[in-house]
C-alpha cells in the first residue's frame, strides 16, 4: 500500500460518493416536478418526499465532508458532533448507530474522529440487510483506540472488500464497491497503525485501529 493516496483512489471515492447522491437528489426532483403539477393531488406527499430527499442528501454530504475530506483530519475528539453526523446519515438506512460513551480518550490523534467515520462507513458495508453498528474508543495497552462492532444475522466480509485490505492490492484493481476499504486502511496506514478486522465470532465483526 503506497504512502500517498493514489488519483485513481481519488476518482472511485468521487464515484462512490455521487452514486450515494443520486437517488436523494433524483428524489428531491421528483418532488419538486410533482409539486409544480399538481394535476393528481400529490402536492403534500411530494414535499414530504423532496423534504426527507433533501435531508438524505444534506446528511450523506456532511459526513463525507469529514470522512472523505481535510475538514476531518481536524475534528479531533468532537465526539458530540462526529456522533450527530453518524445518527443523521444512518437515519435513512437498516442500521441501528449507538455510541455509549461520548468522551474521547487521552492521546487521540486529530483525525482519530475521521478514522472512526470511516469506520461506521466500512461496517454500513458489511451489513446488506441492516443491523447495528456500536461506535467505541478508550485506551488500552496497545494505546489509545477507536473501534466498531458491527452486528447482524447477515453480516459478511465480502471477498472484494477482504482484497482491498491486502497489501497485495493494486489501485488498478479497485471499484467504487471495495475502495472505501482500501481508504479507510490508508488513512490507518498514514497514522503508523494499522487496521484490526475480528471476525471470530458468528454474526459479529469488529474493527479496530490503535494509534
Given at each position: 500500500?503506497n504512502s500517498q493516496i493514489d488519483f485513481r483512489v481519488l476518482?472511485?471515492?468521487?464515484?462512490?460518493?455521487?452514486?450515494?447522491?443520486?437517488?436523494?437528489?433524483?428524489?428531491?426532483?421528483?418532488?419538486?416536478?410533482?409539486?409544480?403539477?399538481?394535476?393528481?393531488?400529490?402536492?403534500?406527499?411530494?414535499?414530504?418526499?423532496?423534504?426527507?430527499?433533501?435531508?438524505?442528501?444534506?446528511?450523506?454530504?456532511?459526513?463525507?465532508?469529514?470522512?472523505?475530506?481535510?475538514?476531518?483530519?481536524?475534528?479531533?475528539?468532537?465526539?458530540?458532533?462526529?456522533?450527530?453526523?453518524?445518527?443523521?446519515?444512518?437515519?435513512?438506512?437498516?442500521?441501528?448507530?449507538k455510541w455509549p460513551d461520548l468522551s474521547a480518550p487521552e492521546?487521540?490523534?486529530?483525525?482519530?474522529?475521521?478514522?472512526?467515520?470511516?469506520?461506521?462507513?466500512?461496517?454500513?458495508?458489511?451489513?446488506?440487510?441492516?443491523?447495528?453498528?456500536?461506535?467505541?474508543?478508550?485506551?488500552?495497552?496497545?494505546?489509545?483506540?477507536?473501534?466498531?462492532?458491527?452486528?447482524?444475522?447477515?453480516?459478511?466480509?465480502?471477498?472484494?472488500?477482504?482484497?482491498?485490505?491486502?497489501?497485495?492490492?493494486?489501485?488498478?484493481?479497485?471499484?467504487?464497491?471495495?475502495?472505501?476499504?482500501?481508504?479507510?486502511?490508508?488513512?490507518?496506514?498514514?497514522?503508523?497503525?494499522?487496521?484490526?478486522i475480528n471476525s471470530s465470532v458468528e454474526g459479529h465483526v469488529?474493527?479496530?485501529?490503535?494509534?
Amino acid at each position: 500500500m503506497n504512502s500517498q493516496i493514489d488519483f485513481r483512489v481519488l476518482e472511485l471515492l468521487s464515484s462512490r460518493l455521487c452514486h450515494d447522491l443520486v437517488g436523494p437528489v433524483g428524489a428531491v426532483n421528483n418532488g419538486l416536478e410533482l409539486m409544480a403539477d399538481d394535476s393528481f393531488g400529490m402536492a403534500d406527499d411530494a414535499l414530504k418526499l423532496a423534504s426527507a430527499s433533501a435531508s438524505q442528501a444534506a446528511a450523506t454530504l456532511q459526513f463525507y465532508r469529514l470522512a472523505y475530506g481535510l475538514a476531518g483530519s481536524r475534528m479531533g475528539s468532537d465526539y458530540a458532533t462526529l456522533n450527530q453526523l453518524a445518527v443523521n446519515y444512518l437515519a435513512h438506512t437498516k442500521v441501528n448507530f449507538k455510541w455509549p460513551d461520548l468522551s474521547a480518550p487521552e492521546g487521540l490523534p486529530d483525525n482519530g474522529g475521521k478514522v472512526l467515520l470511516n469506520l461506521i462507513a466500512l461496517g454500513v458495508e458489511m451489513l446488506p440487510r441492516g443491523g447495528d453498528i456500536t461506535a467505541l474508543s478508550g485506551n488500552a495497552d496497545t494505546g489509545t483506540f477507536v473501534a466498531v462492532t458491527v452486528t447482524g444475522e447477515s453480516v459478511s466480509i465480502r471477498e472484494e472488500v477482504k482484497e482491498a485490505l491486502t497489501d497485495e492490492i493494486d489501485t488498478e484493481e479497485l471499484t467504487p464497491r471495495n475502495v472505501h476499504a482500501y481508504f479507510t486502511r490508508f488513512l490507518a496506514r498514514q497514522s503508523g497503525t494499522d487496521l484490526l478486522i475480528n471476525s471470530s465470532v458468528e454474526g459479529h465483526v469488529q474493527l479496530i485501529v490503535s494509534f
